[in-house]
């Protein structure tokens, strides 16, 4: 038996997960399951997987947790906090962390799951973004595997060989599929007036809120080649981005000797998530087999530079290396939030990221307190921007 840690598990990621382990009930059981929001949604799941601990972020969601949970005799222990994430992230009883914690917030309890040697599977990109330098040490003087479970990196892994240096096993380039997003198509002045709903509304996916909108603008894409350059160890000129709007090829590794391997699949992220579960063996997903003659073809074309700014300073940050990550990170975490509050436009997003990327100087961030700094004088620095431009 197999006890797993769920961050983030009221989330898309989060739902996902509970949705294997409960096919497969006589490996995994759950040992603890943590949410910001959706406090119902945290009830019900604590009454169906019967979790030793739910956690939850402030004092009074975790009184409301607890009245709902007694109402239902559940015996989940209600606790509250960041130490309190770290602290089951890192139990000694704990096997597997799924780290499906949207944004920086996720960085700590990843990095603690990651200290105490578990198999941490991880959705949470922004960590690795922000503080890829600092997870890696964390990662090499630690016995913790790390597979990935953002779908992209997921079919990467599975197309690598296993414990072999990239150049030795004759890997040329990494081939990074990229839906292009609901705005494929349109100029900068059509995506203006873009809503919220417009930019959630994903072709093939259906995921969280931030995640969506950074697929709208491209910036998911960046985002993942920088969590790539870290995951696989290379640098930005070995990945080449691909618009592959089907979502059937979720990635390709390409050899020197002309061949190309990639995963393909549905766009459903039980896919990865029961891959990265049960590695290196393999279980069942719910997810339906893929026929061929229904897909009947599939499409490639290059990324669009032009109009999705986001992009083009994510491949400036993924160049610059440094802080610039973490910079665009905690930017673009502030400004896709008041995107969605409407305060300020769609294409406002990239300017504010730009902003606060040209007026910081870059250090090394060779610490977890230098990364934090970063990340905080980054957020005033765009919040600041945004009470100057916003409507
Ligand atoms: P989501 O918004 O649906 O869920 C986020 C989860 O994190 C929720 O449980 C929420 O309560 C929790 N959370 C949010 N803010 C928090 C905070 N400050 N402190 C503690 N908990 C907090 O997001 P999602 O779509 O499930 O994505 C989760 C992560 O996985 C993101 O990093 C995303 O980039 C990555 N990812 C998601 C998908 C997908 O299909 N949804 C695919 C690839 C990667
Ligand atoms: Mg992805």
């Known amino acids: 038996m197999q006890r797993i840690t769920i961050l983030g598990a009221t989330g898309s990621v989060g739902v996902s997960t509970l949705d294997v382990v409960s096919r497969h009930l006589k490996k995994y059981e759950v040992f603890a ?3 910001k929001s959706k406090l119902e949604t945290l009830a019900a799941q604590c009454q169906k997987f019967q979790p030793k601990y739910a956690v939850v972020m402030d004092a009074s969601s975790a009184e409301i947790l607890k009245g709902m949970l007694a109402a239902t005799r559940t015996a989940t222990r209600v606790i509250f906090g960041m130490d ?3 602290a089951v992230s890192e139990d000694s009883d704990v096997d597997i962390v799924m780290a499906a914690i949207v944004g920086a917030a996720g960085l700590l309890p990843t990095l603690s799951a990651v200290k105490a040697d578990k198999k941490v599977l991880l959705a949470n990109k922004e960590s690795l973004v922000m503080a890829g330098q600092v997870f890696n040490q964390a990662l090499r003087s630690s016995s913790a595997t790390l597979l990935p479970i953002d779908s992209e990196h ?3 892994f599975q197309c690598l060989p296993i414990n072999k240096s990239l150049s030795v096993a004759g890997v040329d380039k990494i081939l990074l599929s990229a839906s292009g997003g609901p705005f494929k198509g349109l100029t900068l002045a059509d995506m203006k007036k873009v809503t919220p709903e417009q930019a959630c509304a994903h072709p093939n996916w259906s995921m969280g809120n931030k995640i969506s909108v950074d697929s709208a603008s491209m ?6 080649l920088i969590e790539a350059c870290w995951l696989f160890d290379v640098n930005p000129v070995q990945i080449d981005i691909v618009i592959h709007p089907q979502s059937v090829v979720h990635s390709l590794v390409q050899y020197v000797d002309g061949s190309v391997l990639a995963q393909m699949g549905h766009p459903d ?3 990865p998530i029961a891959h990265a579960l049960a590695w290196p063996e393999r279980i069942a997903s719910g997810v339906e087999n893929l026929n061929l003659i229904d897909v009947a073809r599939l499409d490639f074309e290059a990324p669009d530079l032009v109009n999705f700014p986001c992009l083009v ?3 400036e940050a993924a160049r610059v290396g440094q802080n610039a990550p973490a910079v665009l990170n905690a930017a673009n975490e502030v400004a896709v939030e008041a995107f969605l509050q409407r305060r300020i436009e769609f294409t406002q997003i990239a300017e504010v990221v730009k902003e606060s ?4 100087n870059f250090t090394e961030p060779d610490s977890l307190e230098l990364v934090q700094e970063t990340d905080i004088e980054a957020r005033r620095a765009s919040a600041t921007y945004i009470s100057r431009i916003e409507r």
Do not use: P, S, V, Y
Not at 219 to 224: Q, R, S, T
Not at 357 to 360: D, H, K, P
């Open 33 to 35: 399951l943590t949410g």
């Open 357 to 360: 990327m040209f007026n910081f």
């Open 269 to 271: 992220m039980r896919t």
């Open 84 to 86: 309190a994430l770290c």
């Open 219 to 224: 910036m998911n894409k960046g985002l993942e």
């Open 313 to 315: 300073l994510a491949l």
């Open 154 to 156: 997921n079919a990467i």
